[in-house]
């Protein structure tokens, strides 16, 4: 399957420290987006990365993209309480995307 | 100005009854989604549409059912509900569909459904 796989399930740390989630997938893809998702809400795009770039930047978030290690990473910088919430990545190749079950972060004040 | 919005937000109804979930979206977007988010939040998507048409028909069972009057809007019916029918439903459009340069998706709040 071309789900991807999210690491940690769980992330809990302290306001101002960065957050690292990480992502993996198991087949060639288009591109790879990674969404948020707060409590009892719907999902939110965070940032869309294709197969030929590497790195992007948007905010305090920066997403790396590994294709050789069919991997991604989302880190947010100088986290904040409103950032907690769970985070998918979402991997692009066949007409669909592909959730991953998500990260859950809590960013405690 | 709600870009997509789900109705009703929340559903809860007895086994075997027959319901729908409206979907509409303001973005003039050609293609929409239905997604159900199990109680562990894995998100599967179950039928995508673009310009009316249906474009990816997953392994649903045949009691649901997508209507597409037009595209702005995106239905989906269930009938004989199960228990198993419990999670939340969440609509979705995107301006082109997954494989274009314009696949970035836009969720709705979701319905929640409870079958008892």
């Known amino acids: 399957s071309q789900q991807g796989e999210e690491d940690p399930q769980a992330l809990s740390i302290q306001e101002g420290e960065n957050a690292t989630m990480n992502c993996s997938y198991k087949?060639?893809?288009?591109?790879l987006q990674w969404y948020r998702q707060n409590s009892g809400r719907g999902l939110v795009h965070l940032i869309l990365?294709?197969?030929?770039?590497r790195e992007k930047h948007s905010g305090r978030l920066r997403v790396t993209l590994d294709t050789s290690k069919k991997s991604s990473s989302l880190l947010i910088t100088a986290s904040r309480a409103a950032d907690t919430a769970s985070y998918f990545c979402?991997?692009?190749?066949?007409?669909?995307?592909?959730f991953g079950q998500g990260t859950t972060l809590q960013v405690k004040p | 100005d709600t870009a997509v919005s789900q109705t009703p937000k929340y559903l809860v109804t007895q086994m075997g009854n027959d319901k729908s979930i409206k979907c509409e979206q303001n973005?003039?977007?050609?293609?929409m989604y239905w997604y159900k988010q199990d109680s562990k939040k894995f998100l599967k998507i179950m039928f995508s549409?673009?310009?009316?048409?249906?474009?990816i028909n997953e392994t649903v069972p045949n009691r649901f059912s997508p209507k597409s009057p037009d595209k702005a809007h995106l239905n989906l019916h269930i009938n004989s509900l199960e228990l198993g029918d419990s999670a939340v439903y969440f609509c979705?459009?995107?301006?082109?569909?997954?494989?274009?340069?314009?696949?970035?998706?836009?969720f709705g709040p979701g319905t929640r459904l409870l079958v008892l």
């Open positions: 979402a991997t692009s190749n066949t007409g669909k995307l592909i």
């Open positions: 087949t060639s893809i288009n591109n």
């Open positions: 990365i294709r197969s030929n770039e």
């Open positions: 973005l003039g977007h050609d293609t």
């Open positions: 549409y673009n310009n009316k048409e249906l474009i």
């Open positions: 979705a459009s995107s301006q082109g569909p997954p494989g274009t340069y314009q696949e970035t998706q836009y």
